[in-house]
């Protein structure tokens, strides 16, 4: 049911480590960075063994209860292990038996992912080549990413695979829209939003990842996510980070993809939203991915979850077929997320984990699909 427009500010879903609560605002150290935001931020905890973490420049991150360094990635012995360095710290690569998919494609350039968020470092040497159009609707005079927010969320789609540096893509040969709709702060409102979502789908985006968050509904920003799913689009929105099962929109409409956070032992992440309105839980806590200026850092929550499934989405699209007849790929792409998911260990009533084989076992035969060589 609609309701009355809500002008809303609001704060990107971020993990982060040093939080100093107040009373009217919280203030987000990544880094030897401060930001000032409003009281609505979702955080993140920081590692259980440390209270000094820093995931803004950390390139070697440390165990997290020994664990991430320790992590073994299950690789199909069809495919060779990419050459990137750090490709053995993305442990959810792992998790959700991405190279099973990869086998198949590893995405084309036809494949268009925005990202609507803080914005992208196009400079980043994982990024090259990946970004194809840009657009600024916040008043930052700068269309990068002077929050590393989007940087992050990028990495984790479309970071550049098989180069000999940093990290591996979901999808290495998917596309990117850098879609500017949260300032250097990381607010927002629905509006904006809205017509950010409505920009990406008229400029050729086949996935809109949105890792924001919004507690207030808004008629404008469901109307942009109808929209967009008429248009053949999937929509893919973190569940955000209250750890309850309030809903958050856009993640709560009916045409979005609503994305929890898992931990490694496929546990609900600290701070992860759940219930039966949360479609799918992806990898989320302790997300090695890239950040502005050439680094890379940990990142957790809801937010780092939302791009894995995003990925998968891209990925889908070249092994999918319309098989209802309607014209579009976009209900099939998200039935095959939603059927391949696995069971997981966490009190929510919504869906199970994504797990990229259990997708493609439930599209069926992909005989007629090429073979992926990028890898």
């Not at 196009?122 to 990068?144: C, K, M, W, Y």
């Amino acid at each position: 049911m609609k309701v009355p427009q809500l002008t809303v500010l609001v704060i990107i879903a971020v993990g982060v480590l040093t939080v100093s609560l107040h009373a009217a605002e919280r203030e987000l150290t990544v880094g030897s960075r401060s930001h000032m935001v409003v009281s609505s931020v979702s955080t993140e905890t920081a590692p259980p063994t440390s209270t000094a973490y820093n995931m803004q420049l950390e390139e070697e991150p440390p165990a997290v209860d020994g664990t991430l360094r320790s992590s073994i990635l299950h690789i199909p012995s069809q495919l060779a292990v990419p050459n990137d360095p750090y490709f053995g710290k993305q442990w959810a690569l792992s998790k959700i038996h991405i190279m099973d998919l990869w086998r198949i494609t590893t995405g084309n350039a036809e494949t268009i992912v925005a990202v609507l968020d803080t914005g992208i470092d196009q400079n980043h040497n994982e990024l090259d080549g990946r970004i194809v159009a840009r657009v600024n609707f916040t008043d930052s005079p700068s269309l990068s990413d002077l929050h590393g927010h989007g940087t992050h969320i990028t990495g984790i789609i479309a970071a550049n695979s098989n180069n000999d540096r940093g990290i591996a893509g979901v999808a290495p040969r998917s596309k990117v829209v850098n879609v500017k709709v949260a300032d250097d702060k990381g607010r927002c409102q629905p509006l904006v939003v809205a017509k950010g979502i409505i920009w990406a789908v008229n400029n050729g985006a086949r996935v809109i990842n949105i890792s924001i968050e919004f507690r207030e509904p808004s008629p404008e920003l469901e109307e942009a996510v109808d929209y967009a799913w008429n248009h053949g689009v999937v929509i893919v929105a973190a569940a955000g980070n209250e750890g309850s099962q309030s809903p958050i929109y856009p993640a709560y409409y009916e045409n979005c993809i609503a994305v929890g956070a898992t931990k490694q032992d496929d546990t609900l992440a600290p701070l992860s939203n759940y219930g039966d309105w949360v479609d799918v839980f992806a990898p989320g806590l302790y997300i090695y991915s890239t950040l502005p200026d050439d680094c890379y850092g940990l990142r957790s929550g809801t937010s780092f979850a939302t791009p894995f499934v995003s990925g998968l989405a891209a990925l889908l699209f070249d092994v999918v077929s319309d098989t209802n007849g309607d014209g579009r790929l976009n209900d099939e792409v998200r039935a095959a997320i939603e059927a391949g998911c696995q069971e997981v260990g966490h009190k929510s009533e919504g869906g199970g984990r994504i797990d990229a084989a259990g997708s493609l076992a439930a599209i069926g035969d992909t005989s007629g699909h090429s073979s992926g060589d990028l890898l």
